[in-house]
């Protein structure tokens, strides 16, 4: 049974232990793929980096590191909430302190827009050093939906055993 709004997934693994994760998001509005090395005995470098090339091949693809910079050189807010989105379906559990940079520039930027992003981002990513950010917009951002969505956000930090 599908439950409402939740992303639709599906998974496959490689014979070569490679697996493949395609999710639709629909809240993101974004359709994308993630790799995982779901081998017992680890597939190897060279399996995961085919797979990667064969999936380039065919798609158009943008390494996380990318998205950073392209969030930091984006000139337009528009983009940097859709850099924002694509960093939060790419980031799921794999930390990174970059991607933590981004979500806070984003949660202080000026325009509503970017913050509200960056308020949905920090739900895909309920790292730690995010809370302050996200509790103090939850209380003190000017814009009632970036509050809302912040405070939603809390609730994933919440559910993952954070105060």
Avoid at 5 to 18: F, S, Y
Avoid at 28 to 34: G, I, M, S, V
Avoid at 66 to 84: C, H, T
Wanted: overall charge negative.
């Amino acid at each position: 049974m599908a439950i409402s709004g939740a992303p639709a997934e599906l998974t496959w693994v490689t014979p070569e232990g490679v697996g493949v994760h395609l999710i639709e998001d629909e809240n993101l509005d974004l359709t994308y793929l993630a790799l995982e090395n779901t081998s017992i005995r680890g597939a190897s470098d060279y399996d995961l980096l085919e797979v990667r090339r064969s999936i380039s091949a065919e798609f158009e693809t943008i390494e996380i590191r990318e998205l950073i910079d392209l969030y930091r050189q984006a000139p337009e807010w528009n983009a940097k909430v859709l850099i924002l989105m694509m960093l939060a379906a790419a980031t799921q559990e794999d930390h990174s302190s970059s991607i933590c940079t981004v979500i806070e520039d984003g949660i202080k930027f000026h325009q509503a827009d970017v913050r509200r992003a960056s308020a949905i981002a920090s739900m895909y990513t309920p790292w730690p050093e995010l809370q302050p950010v996200i509790e103090s917009a939850a209380t003190r951002d000017p814009d009632q939906q970036v509050r809302d969505l912040a405070a939603a956000s809390l609730l994933n930090f919440s559910q993952r055993g954070l105060p």
